[in-house]
Structures are given as structure tokens and as C-alpha cells.
């Protein structure tokens, strides 16, 4: 084998290699920092994250022994968090914004949000939605509504207990 084509063999597997390679440690870095800036995040809320879940634009974790649920959105290098209080839930459930648009081929569905919905006992309080999905700022849903329907199922053990001891 020629020394030439070996080398222009090597070149063309760096090409392909190296962006890729470059990608994935660019995202797990952002991983990293958007995990640590959420943890510090709910440090300062004292709460200690039992389990959580990144989207591509938020945060959600759970305190179990606080009973709060923190959300997090990170756009921009900027962090806007929210917290939410179990106590004195009625109800949680997915929310699911959709119209329908005709196209050549008939009717389609558009999912313009999905949503995590609290529903709280007292009436004077404002239910509480928390994005998974914007159909504004994101290409087309990517797992948010599985992820929507986990974080449902695992939040509604504890309205359940809740509403027993209440």
C-alpha cells in the first residue's frame, strides 16, 4: 500500500471523526454545567434533589422529603427557576396544546405545547403549568411528552398520600 493513500486516508477519518468527537464533548460539558448551575439553583432553595430530568431547554427535579418539584429553564447563560409546593395539590396532569391545520393530505395535528399541569385545593391559588414543550422555540416534540407523562406518574403517589392523611 502507497504511503499517500494511507495518509490521505487518516486525514479523511479525522475529518469525520473529529467533529463528531467535538460535539459530544461540547455537550457533555453543557450537561455538566447545566447540572451544577441546577443543583446550586436548588441549594439556594435548600432543597436536595432526589431525582431529575434534563429537556432540552429545562431542569425538573423532585425534593421528596421537602415535597417540591423545581424547574428550571436555562436560555442564554441565564437560569429562571421556579418551585413547586405539593402541599395542598388537588391534581397533576399533562397538558397538551394542539390545533389541527389542513394540508394536502388532509388533517394534521400541531402540538403547540406540552405542559406539566398543578392543579392546587384552594381555588384562589393559580394552577401552575410547567413547559416541556414549546412549539415556538422547539423543532417538533422529542420525547417531552413521555417525559411529561414520568414526571406525572411519579408526582402522583404523593397527592395520593397527601390526600389520604388530609
Known amino acids: 500500500m502507497d504511503i499517500s493513500t ?23 460539558t453543557e450537561n455538566k ?23 432540552h431547554h429545562a431542569l425538573i427535579g423532585v425534593d421528596r422529603t421537602a415535597q417540591k418539584v423545581l424547574f428550571a429553564e436555562i436560555n442564554d447563560e441565564q437560569i429562571t427557576t421556579r418551585v413547586v409546593n405539593l402541599d395542598g395539590l388537588k391534581s ?48 417538533a416534540p422529542d420525547g417531552e411528552m413521555q417525559l411529561a407523562e414520568k414526571w406525572n406518574t411519579l408526582l402522583q403517589p404523593k397527592l395520593i398520600q397527601k390526600q389520604k392523611v388530609a
Open 6 to 28: 494511507t495518509l490521505i486516508g487518516l486525514v479523511m477519518l479525522a475529518l469525520f471523526v473529529v467533529p463528531i468527537w467535538y460535539a459530544v464533548q461540547k455537550e457533555s
Open 33 to 55: 454545567y447545566f447540572l451544577k448551575t441546577f443543583m446550586e439553583e436548588a441549594r439556594k432553595e435548600s432543597l436536595n434533589i432526589t431525582a431529575y430530568d434534563r429537556l
Open 92 to 139: 397533576c396532569a399533562v397538558f397538551e396544546v394542539s390545533s389541527t391545520k389542513k394540508t394536502k393530505h388532509g388533517k394534521e395535528k400541531v402540538i403547540g405545547g406540552i405542559d406539566l399541569q398543578f392543579v392546587y385545593f384552594d381555588p384562589k391559588r393559580a394552577d401552575v403549568f410547567v413547559r416541556f414543550y414549546d412549539g415556538q422555540n422547539d423543532l
